[in-house]
């Protein structure tokens, strides 16, 4: 056994150990607990309120399954918000898209923010100091009632909602109806929402239900990002387009046509890879009738 | 933290503890250490060596990525051979399909084979009382070689090779020349060959190279068991058919044709997903120039 | 690392794996939950509410000083109880002392004493079946309000105060008060009370204090039994004798009169060394000034 | 569970987990791995080899246990010697004696004595820059054959011997004569010596009886130090004064005469209390034969 230092993650009756090289930060922000921590296997990782959120080695994976499916697929994105978006991936993988003129990053914990500038500063590789980027730290649901500005995409880059934690009010139908009301004619939205674990897709399967209350088309997609130990869901909800229509060769002509270069995981096949779920996670989504309201919240069980 | 009993696994700096309910069996046989437990999250497993192998939750989804794209390729398998089998569960899936005339298992442990029918004897469901199974308990090397038998499929289901493990010597080219020797002329083999995490697929894109030494159409696929922590790299070589041309709705009409019920995982969507890998994987066994050889053997590295 | 089944136990932001043989039992009473393990250093070990109360290798140790130095400094036991006391271990070593005729043992929980009757028979050795034990299952504190028999010694065989835990309101100065209104002229109680760990002693000299409302001659003495991990004290209160008054040669002399044979822990140079508290522990317990009572109770601190 | 970070240490199918709040130094040496870690239970801790050494909470009790009874005795110690002594605590210690004229501490691993002077600089308290302290970075059997000196007082501040391992070669009946030729007429040695753990005696037990080969007077004494997890052997051998025939009034007049002040663990009460042994580990050092030599040496055994 090598390592003699390690960072313990457990979620109901497992227990992941990972082997610690240097622990970077370890502190309380108002809103949630950051440990950014250097591990044998996955490099620098963020981490919060001991969930795994980013690591160096794959966040790679989840930002460019987040951000890219939903950009290509409007035709014109200039105008894209993200709900959340902590260490600045996000916004850096949105701001790859030339056509893209404003990207408004609305976060609640300064703190966190500050804390990721200052440790991972090339996590976002400068996005925070581009002319196109707005940031503001806030909740984003009292942001977008106040506000009457439309987006074209709303990219939501939150953690589980853990009860009293910073996204509870964040998966509801009158949030989704809210976003619905904020985006433009071909609007979209994605999302990551738990993990896609055979017998335990209880929580993506609502989530896309209640998101299927807001949007005419919804797609889950299955991303493997390794550090979190287990597959993990995303959702898009999209008011034209849907993801399943498109071939791998018209997903690669999209890239070459934006001009997105040295995307490590997204292509034309991934895409299709993705959106090809496994038969059980097919029937999950159609049996569930679960949704998610403001008055029947739902909580991620860890424990 | 509910539970109090705990199942290790570790590798690499990692430390993974698995709630346990109770523990059936943990004994040492003459090839390798087998434990048999109930886990909180995933029912009964089968560890050996003190690595995942199967979980009453979730080896459905490996056996069927194992079993049914070979035997669904090739047009008419009467004959398969598998390569280990152990808990014979590769059997009951092959043993689905009416087609097949007889099945030969060569595992060298039988002690594993009998603790597996008596702890686990739901999980074979019958299949080693089938008429159409044989069971032999001896090197599956030794027997090929011996041999002169042809088969339409051979599967490969195996631990992954550590030094002194049962499995060491069962990867390499010879090996796998061997095993196209003995194939009928469409005859195809499939394997799982270890994770495709990122920055980690060093043994999986070397064995694919290896069988590509071997065999004509060589494809990864990409399967995500939970149990394991980790996504897993199957490999399918096949000397006619290849499974990338075949459509979803292909795949449907030849389940249904072969008569194929009650599968939870595998289908024609299924199909598509597992063999559309990320970029960074396709890459990965593009630039791959090591080929394993009986001179020159490889390890699996988990410490 | 040899062992793959560990039984995880916690406190105050530390965590010990003990390695697993086999799990014998693993249930919920009424009261409390039980786990009897096999463990890799201490043999088969007895648990409740996850807290080891007695292994195979090293319980002669705990009972051994639980036990003898109240019965040998008592002139003359005759009727001895057991406030809990659960396996039955010190029940059988009280027995093996021959002037006592009867002892009476009071555990609020059957299943418990059921499940070790049956899985450690050998640790209470024939003590349940001697005509001189008594065992009955009820709460001990209304036994003693309802009684008016008087016994010589008064063992305390208790868990830890755990709120809603079974020995909850077994520590107060009313309870003390209790036992000392139910014992005889030279009557005397022991019990173990937590930690002597350095800057943790405080539940320990909070309960020494709360005695000492009750009992003239108040005494805490330290034990090591190894599988608990941490060093641990011990309290006798005595109505009369003081156990700092014996040398280690009448303790020697009084083992021989008695007759007790097989003693592999406790002697005269043991009792010396265990009433001999370092200097940082008898300054806590001088400074200590609460007093715990039935309206202040004190709850142990393991998480 | 409050920690997320922790210091994993192992020894026989045991695990312990330590929560950690900040790594201060995690590095190698030469001759061993240094990890400086601020731990939740007991502050800064010092691990040599992935075994605890010292702590902020507690390694007070191994250094007064360690130094005070051998300076005590001896009637007048002028000149002592440290072998090994790495963070300088058995430094300090010894410089409150201030009969002691000079103070030689040997250590083979300078660059772990840096990083404590630099990292743990209110251990040593000043005692590294006390005129009387000479400090050489060289191995202490070298130093001792080549040189002529003599001292009063020799402490043996090592690691346990591990192979390979820096303190291997330390432990011998060859080196036991060495130090007895190397102590002026009254001379006293001191070390600690492995656990004092029932049924797992025997690396102590061994030494001391490897002691005994040179020294007419023998004691083992027994230490509570948590943070080591399990109970600690010391042992003295002595030319001539006798641990055992000193009464706590006398250790008491012994520490007020030579002006020993702030003693937070050691007094009159606490030297009885740890050299009054429990039986059986009286007993383990009566029936044990094996004698450690340069041709016959032995292994601590964690694994």
Redesign the interface.
């Known amino acids: 056994?090598?390592?003699?230092?390690?960072?313990?993650?457990?979620w109901?009756?497992?227990?992941?150990?990972?082997?610690?090289?240097?622990?970077v930060v370890?502190t309380q922000t108002k809103y949630q607990?950051i440990?950014i921590?250097d591990?044998?296997?996955y490099g620098r990782c963020l981490?919060l309120d001991?969930r795994m959120q980013s690591s160096e080695?794959?966040s790679f994976?989840y930002h460019e399954a987040l951000v890219h499916p939903p950009l290509l697929l409007h035709p014109d994105p200039k105008k894209v918000m993200i709900v959340g978006g902590g260490e600045g991936e996000t916004l850096r993988d949105i701001l790859k898209h030339k056509s893209v003129k404003q990207a408004v990053m609305v976060d609640i914990d300064k703190q966190l923010v500050d804390f990721c500038r200052k440790e991972l500063p090339e996590w976002a590789g400068g996005a925070f100091t581009d002319k196109r980027s707005k940031v503001l730290y806030m909740d984003a649901r009292t942001y977008l009632e106040k506000s009457k500005e439309k987006f074209d995409v709303i990219i939501i880059d939150l953690t589980e909602p853990i009860e009293g934690g910073p996204s509870f009010k964040l998966y509801t139908r009158e949030f989704y109806q809210l976003l619905h009301s904020r985006l433009t004619e071909h609007g979209i939205i994605t999302l990551q929402a738990g993990?896609?674990?055979?017998?335990?897709t209880d929580m993506l399967t609502s989530i896309a239900k209640t998101i299927a209350c807001a949007f005419p088309v919804v797609n889950i997609y299955?991303v493997?990002i390794?550090s979190f130990?287990?597959?993990w869901g995303f959702i898009m909800g999209s008011k034209t387009y849907d993801p399943l229509t498109y071939s791998?060769a018209q997903i690669d002509h999209l890239i070459r046509k934006r001009g997105l270069k040295k995307?490590?995981?997204?292509?034309g096949?991934?895409h299709?890879?993705?959106?090809?779920?496994?038969?059980?996670l097919?029937r999950d989504f159609e049996k569930q009738q679960r949704v998610i309201t403001d008055q029947k919240l739902m909580t991620a069980k860890f424990?």
Do not use: W
């Open positions: 056994m090598p390592a003699s230092n390690y960072y313990l993650e457990h109901m009756d497992e227990i992941h150990l990972h082997g610690v090289k240097k622990t370890s607990k440990d921590v591990t044998s296997n981490f001991e080695k794959d994976i993990t896609t674990r055979v017998h335990d299955q493997i390794p130990g287990l597959p791998p995307l490590e995981f997204y292509d096949i991934t299709l890879g993705m959106f090809c779920l496994p038969k059980f097919r424990a």
